[in-house]
């Protein structure tokens, strides 16, 4: 197949344009060996003929897309759950990768009992490492025969019944008793005190566990793990004062991020930030990213890893979202522009300039925030051809302008032009022979159905 042809064939694939008989004649496409492109089998809306066509496909890795497809409906992926291949009931069982401002929803807790009792272990284990499973599907897995769905269910812990909770902390395999007991240890001095004694659990036991003095005093001295210890909420305030001059800066960190301290005594504390630390590591502020009240303590701090934390959540109300937008953070703009939906424009223009390339595309085209209107007046003429492609996203840019835009010395420039509908048709046809622009060029909903139909021919694709 000719490139340029398999481009625009891409192209045409997440074309929005696209008429259904193209886009069946699309998805059947297998000859010699052939696979439809991803973005076809992973549009949004598929009508059920599509769907039909997709699930029957010889090609395992059609339905694996499919399977691993955030725009699909989960009932529509569950019928995979019967698939023949391994493959496509572990891309099911897994499901799509988790994407920043996005939502998948989960398959049904039937169908992730029956991938769970899936015959192959690669389906089984796919399935307890999913991010998208229903928490009462995960709390059902507690009597499962496998250890191994017995220590995922541990992740519900709050919401199991106290008899089903006992049950896991006596349960015949060792990892999941572990499992349970370092779930239990945040409200059980005496389980945390067993679990100090495990060099396996020991240190996420001073983490989170509930201490005793002496206990406590104990792990000060033994520095066996300080930093997680510093982290401790249970930690009577004179340690926490000894750790916060530790020698150690790790230690000094973890102490500073405690979520007890007022301003005044965190600020005081000698720690130093990382210039790309985002704040990952903040567990108070990342497990309440949805509760107002952390939110606001998080991103009302000084602390610069409190303040990233904190802009990693989507809940942010519009006060909390001004002030760390004023906040003079290359990292925190970041995380506002990735993860918020209504990061105010400056700073997504700041990011965009800082960080350029692909991730600035992204940002460009998937934020809902991200500004159109003057685009054109302010960048058609400027310097750097990343923001020349800018002038294709304003509404008032002419065809004239377009066109003279897919002509540009920068590419992506030109390949932004090149799938915008307002590109004078006949710009558009030469385009679809061009190599860098017959993708874009594909998916213009400007396109000719015609025009499709005859891509297709050139692409091999059979009627």
Same mark, same amino acid.
């Given at each position: 197949?000719?490139?340029?042809?398999?481009?625009?064939?891409?192209?045409?694939?997440?074309?929005?344009?696209?008429?259904?008989?193209?886009?069946?004649?699309?998805?059947?496409?297998?000859?010699?060996?052939?696979?439809?492109?991803?973005?076809?089998?992973?549009?949004?809306?598929?009508?059920?003929?599509?769907?039909?066509?997709?699930?029957?496909?010889?090609?395992?890795?059609?339905?694996?897309?499919?399977?691993?497809?955030?725009?699909?409906?989960?009932?529509?992926?569950?019928?995979?759950?019967?698939?023949?291949?391994?493959?496509?009931?572990?891309?099911?069982?897994?499901?799509?990768?988790?994407l920043?401002?996005?939502?998948?929803?989960? $398959? %049904?807790?039937?169908?992730?009992? *029956? #991938?769970?009792? +899936? &015959? !192959?272990?690669s /389906? @089984?284990? =796919?399935?307890?490492?999913?991010?998208?499973?229903?928490?009462?599907?995960?709390?059902?897995?507690?009597?499962?025969?496998d250890?191994?769905?017995?220590?995922?269910?541990?992740?519900?812990?709050?919401?199991?019944p106290?008899?089903?909770q006992?049950?896991?902390?006596?349960?015949?395999?060792?990892?999941?008793?572990?499992?349970?007991?370092?779930?239990?240890?945040?409200r059980?001095?005496?389980?945390?005190?067993?679990?100090?004694?495990?060099?396996e659990?020991?240190?996420?036991?001073?983490?989170?566990?509930?201490?005793?003095?002496?206990?406590?005093?104990?792990?000060v001295?033994?520095?066996?793990?300080?930093?997680?210890?510093?982290?401790?909420?249970? $930690? %009577?305030?004179?340690?926490?004062? *000894? #750790?916060?001059? +530790? &020698? !150690?800066?790790? /230690? @000094?960190? =973890?102490?500073?991020?405690?979520?007890?301290?007022?301003?005044t005594?965190?600020?005081?504390?000698?720690?130093?930030?990382?210039?790309?630390?985002?704040?990952?590591?903040?567990?108070?502020?990342?497990?309440?990213?949805?509760?107002?009240?952390?939110?606001?303590?998080?991103?009302?701090?000084?602390?610069?890893?409190?303040?990233?934390a904190?802009?990693?959540?989507?809940?942010?109300?519009?006060?909390?979202?001004?002030?760390?937008?004023?906040?003079?953070d290359?990292?925190?703009?970041?995380?506002?522009?990735?993860?918020?939906?209504?990061?105010?424009?400056?700073?997504?223009?700041?990011?965009?300039?800082?960080?350029?390339?692909?991730?600035?595309?992204?940002?460009?085209?998937?934020?809902?925030?991200?500004?159109?209107?003057?685009?054109?007046?302010r960048?058609?003429?400027?310097?750097?051809?990343?923001?020349?492609?800018?002038?294709v996203?304003?509404?008032?840019?002419?065809?004239?302008?377009?066109?003279?835009?897919?002509?540009?010395?920068a590419?992506?420039?030109?390949?932004?032009?090149?799938?915008?509908?307002?590109?004078?048709?006949?710009?558009?046809?030469?385009?679809?022979?061009?190599?860098?622009?017959?993708?874009?060029?594909?998916?213009?909903?400007?396109?000719?159905?015609?025009?499709?139909?005859?891509?297709?021919?050139?692409?091999g694709?059979?009627?």
């Open positions: 197949m000719v490139a340029f042809y398999a481009s625009a064939l891409d192209g045409i694939a997440r074309n929005p344009a696209l008429p259904t008989p193209l886009l069946l004649r699309l998805l059947a496409f297998d000859e010699g060996g052939g696979h439809p492109p991803r973005d076809a089998v992973q549009r949004a809306g598929l009508p059920e003929p599509a769907v039909g066509v997709i699930l029957a496909h010889p090609n395992p890795g059609v339905r694996i897309d499919f399977a691993m497809s955030a725009r699909a409906e989960p009932a529509q992926r569950a019928r995979l759950a019967d698939d023949p291949s391994p493959k496509v009931r572990a891309a099911l069982a897994y499901g799509p990768e988790r920043p401002r996005t939502t998948v929803e989960p $398959l %049904p807790d039937a169908v992730c009992a *029956r #991938l769970l009792d +899936d &015959p !192959d272990p /389906v @089984r284990a =796919a399935l307890l490492n999913s991010p998208h499973l229903a928490p009462s599907f995960v709390a059902s897995m507690a009597a499962h025969h250890p191994e769905a017995r220590r995922g269910a541990v992740r519900a812990w709050e919401i199991l106290p008899g089903e006992a049950a896991l902390l006596a349960d015949p395999d060792a990892e999941v008793r572990r499992a349970a007991a370092l779930r239990e240890c945040r059980d001095a005496r389980v945390t005190a067993e679990l100090l004694r495990d060099p659990s020991a240190a996420e036991a001073q983490r989170c566990g509930l201490l005793v003095r002496a206990d406590a005093e104990r792990c001295a033994e520095r066996t793990h300080p930093a997680a210890l510093a982290e401790n909420p249970s $930690l %009577p305030a004179d340690l926490v004062e *000894r #750790l916060a001059v +530790d &020698p !150690d800066e790790a /230690v @000094r960190l =973890a102490v500073s991020l405690r979520p007890e301290l007022d301003e005594r965190r600020m005081a504390i000698d720690f130093t930030a990382g210039d790309f630390d985002r704040g990952d590591g903040v567990r108070w502020v990342r497990d309440g990213l949805a509760d107002p009240e952390v939110l606001r303590r998080a991103a009302t701090s000084a602390h610069p890893l409190l303040q990233r904190a802009a990693r959540s989507p809940h942010l109300p519009p006060d909390l979202l001004r002030l760390l937008a004023r906040v003079e290359p990292v925190l703009e970041n995380l506002l522009g990735i993860y918020h939906p209504d990061t105010p424009e400056e700073v997504l223009m700041r990011v965009f300039a800082r960080l350029g390339g692909t991730f600035s595309a992204w940002m460009a085209e998937t934020h809902p925030r991200f500004p159109r209107e003057g685009l054109a007046a960048y058609a003429d400027h310097p750097d051809g990343n923001y020349r492609r800018l002038a996203r304003d509404p008032a840019a002419t065809p004239e302008l377009i066109e003279r835009l897919s002509h540009d010395p590419v992506w420039t030109r390949q932004a032009a090149a799938g915008d509908p307002r590109l004078p048709l006949h710009r558009l046809r030469e385009a679809l022979h061009v190599p860098e622009l017959a993708s874009s060029a594909g998916a213009n909903p400007a396109l000719p159905e015609a025009e499709m139909a005859a891509v297709l021919e050139r692409a694709v059979p009627a």
